[in-house]
């Protein structure tokens, strides 16, 4: 194993003493190592027991690894060789199975609930359960029955139970479904006393909650645990958390605590929120344990250049961003574009080929891949064909391979003893092996006497193997008789004792046998023992369901579902295979190699846009969300998470990354370039550059990523309107599908329903409320109005509901009038206080307004607009979202990128918005009075809290403005000139050359032609 002198950081690790601490670790930064050492310290330097400190992991790959790494460190430090079972290195499954267990011997009888098992118990739960909304073939189909019980395991992960779940459903119906199914299975499953791995964390709570219990009397009794260490604290979710508290006891901020937990980990690499990881637990400890924040940030296994991409992702947490340890190692970073798909899985084979040529070795290759399919299997055959070995994948072949299709054929076979397509091919299996020919002769031997039936056609013309054929009759003799009277899982086993199916296990253990095709030494021992497994599973469940003996017949029927459960998809190729590593991002996780080449670096494949959700609709995930935040991503975190997954990809390499994206589909149809490789198109030194080369020089099918210079356009706007001007200035592509195109959009009618029930009912109301001035009796007011507002929002809430096609007992509409009642109460409460501070009177509600700006004309609608009693205008708009950054701020930061000759549009300063300045002149002219301020009136404030925030922008006629909050007139007549008009200007006069797109891919994740652009950064100005 490799040694290295501890860096200063690693040090600060490894010595930390007094505080829980937060360890901030970027990739390739020691983690690992750097716990072993911080272990070995904790014995060797304070002589703490190591018994009494327990690491724990997520993975039992991971905990292997750790184990072993704090074995080593702990020999060379103390010089002692220590018993394994002295050692408390687990995931945090096995350490709350070893916790309920308790003292003495193993008292605690727990039956795992392997996927298997859960399949079984749902197919009766589904059957029997009454469903509204669920149509009978979906509800019986694989594919509900995954996402349902994906979902159901994110709910338990976040320890909500199925009475929880019902609660929160109200009258949603998807939703009062899941939950019933949820609490059917969670009655199976603790009838059969079956647990899984979460329930195993949260029996172990509630274990340590009773001091009774016997984990608690096992930990009291040995003292508890001095020192944890958790690693990868990124991917716990809420109950793994929830057990670090019971663990701490009931003061976790206190000083010198006992234990001392060490919470490594890495937000920026947190890619399993999906199963239920809450990356916002390192929010949380940091303040509950009031731990102390250390990072690792150097970075000892990739090239800078590759760290440069890597780093420049968007949203990552600075605190664990790293930094090559030498800074002259830079690696390289290279973008391929392929003109189709076929050229791209080309070029990757062609690239893989070339690193093997230049000396790399297979299992230091990767492909990594966002969206396995059909990429993975493409890429594979490819490699196949062209010889280079591919590493196996444990879920791949799984069908194919010759052990497990001996043993299915067999099954089939017992049922159907005359088919001879089955006996051929059963005989000519390579494991059971008689010439295909010869059995095909066989069979015409006994068609030329007549014989039909096939038993005995080839009893009658045995046909010639590896062994006599009457060994083999003899074999299936066993077989059908067990057949006749056993259950499943003993058949499945007599079929592989009596065919001998494990013989090349026990030939290459005596010596090479030659090889057998299909076989895989690496994987098809252990694929054989996961039939025989599922096998045990399906008979234990069904006679604890009481349904009596299992026949073959239902296992072969569900043979390819049982198939898809028997190993994790994410899971990567087995350590010890051999050959190129085709695999998904996520399996990727903790792995390091030579070279990662990224395939698909699309917009829409890596990041992904969409993750709506296979079972529940928007209301029902927002219901979800009411007992379990962090169960369904905000749309930032699914967001944050693509970033994470290219992160993660990018950091797996040592010293070359490739990554790769096909121009255009099958189909032609333009494919937008990934934004996350804007760092490479935007950098052209060495190391890091988009070029068409690969391995080997260019050659025809693949193309450069920057796209060729076009004529001028010369487009006549006819007028403009605020939104145009906001489309214009986010993504001028966005403007051109449109407003010159006129592209139809599907409105998104749950997005904009509170705006229209604000809106609607703002404008009843000051339809008759117009006076906010000392006039009025002040006394009782707030409360007038805020009865007033709320029969408002109670009338225009079924009406616009209506109107967006909702019902108005759907649980959807009713979170959104709740809403609406909240921000009623907060505008009474707000006109109060502006009555007091700055006296006004309703001139008009809704008001249509046409502006002429430099000759283009302006034409929108103002929600208000207000005469104060000071004098002047105030026009005010009504925003149902979170507010947004200072939109005078972002007008001063656009005039300055224009002063400095820069773009604006497509890259527009954040919170830029031009509305309301728009208006200006419009209300001017139809109320002949100065406009003294614009107003935006924001439902929510920047943290999303339900509260009115303002965002005010006054208009003084000095040469300077006297305060951050104010423009002067000859700034807004700039902003109006050169921001507002000159889209309309330039167009005319031909000064653009493309509808560019936008620069940053966040413009797009709520772009309503996603489908038809190429995507951010795709077309240049
Ligand atoms: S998808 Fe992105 S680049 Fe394309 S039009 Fe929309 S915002 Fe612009």
Request: proline fraction near 6%; charge should be negative; hydrophobic fraction near 45%.
């Amino acid at each position: 194993m490799k040694q290295f002198d501890p860096t200063p950081e690693q040090l600060a690790v490894i010595n930390h003493r007094g505080s829980h601490a937060l360890v901030f670790a970027g990739p390739g930064t020691g983690k690992t190592e750097t716990l072993a050492r911080r272990f070995a310290s904790l014995v060797a330097d304070d002589g703490v027991d190591p018994g009494a400190i327990l690491v724990l992991t997520f993975s039992r790959r991971a905990a292997e690894q750790m184990l072993e790494r704090v074995l080593l460190r702990l020999r060379q430090r103390t010089g002692h060789e220590l018993a394994v079972s002295e050692l408390f290195v687990k995931t945090f499954h096995s350490f709350c199975a070893r916790l309920l267990d308790g003292d003495g011997p193993r008292i605690y009888e727990r039956n795992l609930l392997t996927p298997i098992k859960e399949r079984l118990l749902w197919k009766g739960v589904a059957q029997r359960t009454e469903l509204r909304s669920f149509e009978e073939d979906v509800r019986t189909s694989p594919a509900f029955a995954t996402d349902a019980l994906n979902l159901i395991a994110q709910l338990k992960g976040q320890g909500v139970e199925p009475e929880m779940l019902r609660d929160a459903a109200g009258s949603d119906p998807r939703l009062r479904d899941i939950a019933a199914l949820y609490a059917a299975l969670d009655s199976d499953r603790k009838r059969l006393n079956l647990s899984d791995f979460r329930d195993l964390v949260k029996d172990a709570l509630a274990a340590l909650a009773d001091s009774g219990s016997p984990a608690s009397r096992w930990l009291r009794g040995r003292g508890g645990f001095r020192h944890i260490l958790v690693d990868e604290f990124q991917d716990s979710d809420r109950l793994q958390l929830r057990l670090l508290e019971a663990l701490a006891g009931p003061d976790p901020a206190r000083a010198n605590p006992v234990p001392e937990i060490c919470f490594v980990g890495d937000f920026n690499q947190s890619i399993y929120r999906f199963r239920g990881a809450t990356p916002e637990n390192i929010a949380e400890a940091r303040t509950t344990f009031a731990c102390r924040v250390l990072t690792l940030q150097t970075n000892r296994r990739s090239g800078q250049a590759i760290l440069d991409v890597a780093n420049a992702t968007p949203g990552l947490d600075s605190k664990s961003k790293t930094d090559a340890e030498d800074p002259t190692n830079r690696g390289s970073v290279r973008l391929v574009r392929a003109t189709r798909p076929d050229a791209e899985i080309a070029g990757v084979c062609d690239a893989v080929a070339g690193f093997l040529a230049a000396g790399t070795p297979a299992r230091e290759i990767a492909v990594l891949l966002r969206a396995s399919e059909p990429y993975t299997s493409l890429i594979v055959a490819q490699l196949d064909a062209r010889g280079i070995p591919v590493a196996a994948r444990p879920t791949a072949g799984f069908l194919d391979d010759p052990a497990v299709d001996a043993v299915l054929t067999t099954l089939r076979l017992c049922a159907d003893v005359e088919n001879a397509d089955l006996w051929t091919r059963l005989l000519s299996n390579p494991l059971i092996g008689f010439g295909r020919l010869s059995v095909r002769l066989a069979f015409d031997a006994a068609r030329r006497t007549y014989v039909k039936n096939a038993f005995v056609a080839l009893t009658d013309n045995p046909p010639v193997g590896v062994r006599p054929f009457e060994d083999f009759l003899r074999a299936w003799r066993h077989v059908e008789r067990e057949s006749e009277r056993a259950d499943v899982a003993s058949l499945v086993a007599t079929i592989v004792r009596e065919f001998d199916l494990l013989r090349p296990v026990r030939e290459s253990a005596a010596s090479p046998a030659a090889p057998i095709p299909g076989w895989d030494p690496r994987s098809s021992p252990s694929r054989v023992g996961a039939l025989v497994e599922a096998a045990r599973d399906l008979v234990a469940t069904s006679r604890a369901l009481g349904q009596g003996r299992v026949h073959y017949g239902r296992f072969v029927d569900d043979i390819e579902e049982i198939a898809g459960l028997l190993s994790d998809p994410f899971a990567g190729p087995a350590q010890e295979s051999d050959g190129v590593r085709v695999m998904s991002i996520h399996a990727a996780k903790g792995l390091e190699f030579d070279v990662v080449i990224v395939p698909q670096a699309i917009d829409g494949v890596l990041p992904q846009h969409e993750r709506g959700h296979a079972l529940l609709t928007g209301a029902s995930r927002l219901a979800v969300t009411r007992v379990a935040p962090a169960i369904f991503a905000r749309e930032n975190d699914a967001y944050q998470e693509e970033c994470s997954l290219w992160y993660v990809a990018l950091t797996r390499a040592r010293r070359d990354v490739l990554i790769t994206a096909s121009a255009a589909d099958d189909d032609d149809i333009e494919l937008p370039l990934s934004p996350f490789t804007r760092p490479i198109v935007n950098r052209s030194e060495a190391h890091v550059r988009a070029d068409g080369v690969m391995a080997r020089p260019r050659e025809a099918g693949t193309t450069d990523a920057l796209p060729q210079p076009r004529s001028p356009i010369v487009y006549a706007v006819d007028h403009l309107s605020p939104s145009s001007v906001e489309r214009f200035l986010a993504c001028p592509r966005r403007f051109f599908y449109k407003d010159v195109l006129r592209l139809e959009v599907e409105r998104d009618e749950e997005t904009t329903l509170l705006g229209s029930i604000l809106h609607a009912a703002l404008a009843e109301f000051h339809a008759t409320e117009r006076v906010f001035t000392p006039a009025i009796e002040m006394s009782g007011a707030k409360e007038r109005w805020r009865e007033a507002l709320l029969a408002h929002v109670e009338r225009a809430t079924p009406i616009s509901a209506a109107k967006a096609g909702f019902r108005s007992d759907s649980s959807f509409v009713r979170y959104q009038l709740a809403l609406a009642r909240r921000f009623a109460e907060n505008y009474a409460e707000w006109l109060v206080a502006e009555t007091m501070r700055a006296p006004f009177d309703v001139l008009a509600c809704e008001q249509q307004l046409v502006s002429n700006i430099g000759g283009v004309p302006f034409m929108g609608r103002a929600d208000r607009i207000d005469r104060l009693l000071s004098g002047g205008l105030v026009i005010r708009d009504y925003k149902s979202g979170k507010a947004k950054p200072s939109s005078l701020r972002a007008v001063r930061a656009a005039l300055e990128l224009i002063d400095r000759g820069e773009l604006v549009a497509g890259d527009a300063p954040d919170g830029l918005t031009l509305q309301l300045l728009t208006y200006v002149p419009g209300a001017e002219a139809l109320f002949n009075e100065r406009v003294a301020r614009v107003e935006y009136l924001y439902a929510r404030d920047k943290d999303g809290a339900q509260t009115i925030t303002t965002d005010t922008v006054a208009i003084v006629d000095a040469l300077e403005a006297a305060d951050a909050s104010a423009i002067t007139r000859l700034e807004l007549n700039r902003v109006l000139l050169e921001i507002g008009a000159a889209p309309a200007r330039a167009l005319a006069a031909g000064d653009y050359r493309a509808f560019w797109t936008a620069r940053e891919i966040q413009t797009c994740r709520f772009c309503d032609f996603v489908r038809t652009c190429p995507g951010a950064l795709a077309v240049a100005p």
